[in-house]
Each structure stands twice: as C-alpha cells, then as structure tokens.
C-alpha cells in the first residue's frame, strides 16, 4: 500500500508560481506512473499532468501545457508539479495519485488511478 501526500499550495497572486510535492511511502514508487489532478468547487475532478515511472515521458492537459511541469525524484520518492504564470482559473484542490495496475501507461482519467492523496488547495488571485 503507498500513502501520498501532497505538500506546496497555496495563496498567489496571478502571475506568480508554485511549486507542489507529492511524497510517497509505503511501496516502490518508481514501479508507478504518477499523476497530477485538481477539483475545483461544484466541478468534476480533472486531469492536469502525468509521469512515466523513470519521468521519461510525460503528458499535460491542454490547459496547462506550457505553464507546469511535472517531474520526479524517485530517489526521494517524491514527484513534483512546477506551476507557473498561474491564473485565477487554476484555483482548486491538487491531488497526486499513483497507478498501480498499468506500469507503462500514462492515464488522464481518475478512475486509471489507485492510491490518492488529501489534496493541497491552491488559491490563484486576479
């Protein structure tokens, strides 16, 4: 069983950057591909970007690509999501989820995932 837990939101003005962690325990991280989400209020939760387990590939929905970049130490068991020129719309809870099942397949929907964090909320003021 790994346990997740995000770290790094936050309050930021527009503009500005965050960068959020993802520490795993219990498991052999680097067997697992790792994704970034968020959930904003009354919203379905969505997918933001997602790692191979090595960190040799990666995807981005298209609403961040080009602002965050997700990566990972897996020496440190932990990924992370560099999030920059953020905007008002990315305000949400972001939660870090690990794949289990597929080894070598980057999913975007939640359901491909098996273990969650609690989320870390992250405000983006205009």
């Known amino acids: 069983q790994v346990q997740l837990v995000e770290s790094g939101g936050g309050l930021v003005q527009a503009g500005g950057s965050l960068r959020l962690s993802c520490a795993a325990s219990g498991g052999i991280f680097s067997s697992y591909p790792v994704g970034w989400f968020r959930q904003a209020p009354g919203k379905e939760r969505e997918f933001v970007a997602a790692?191979?387990?090595?960190?040799?590939?990666?995807i981005y929905a298209d609403s961040v690509k080009g602002r965050f970049t997700i990566s990972r130490d897996n020496a440190k068991n932990t990924v992370y999501l560099q999030m920059n020129s953020l905007k008002p719309e990315d305000t949400a809870v972001y939660y870090c989820?690990?794949?289990?099942?597929?080894?070598?397949?980057?999913?975007?929907?939640?359901?491909?995932?098996?273990?969650w964090g609690q989320g870390t909320q992250v405000t983006v003021s205009s």
């Open positions: 790692i191979s387990r090595g960190g040799g590939s990666t």
């Open positions: 989820a690990a794949d289990r099942r597929r080894p070598v397949v980057l999913g975007t929907r939640a359901g491909e995932y098996d273990y």
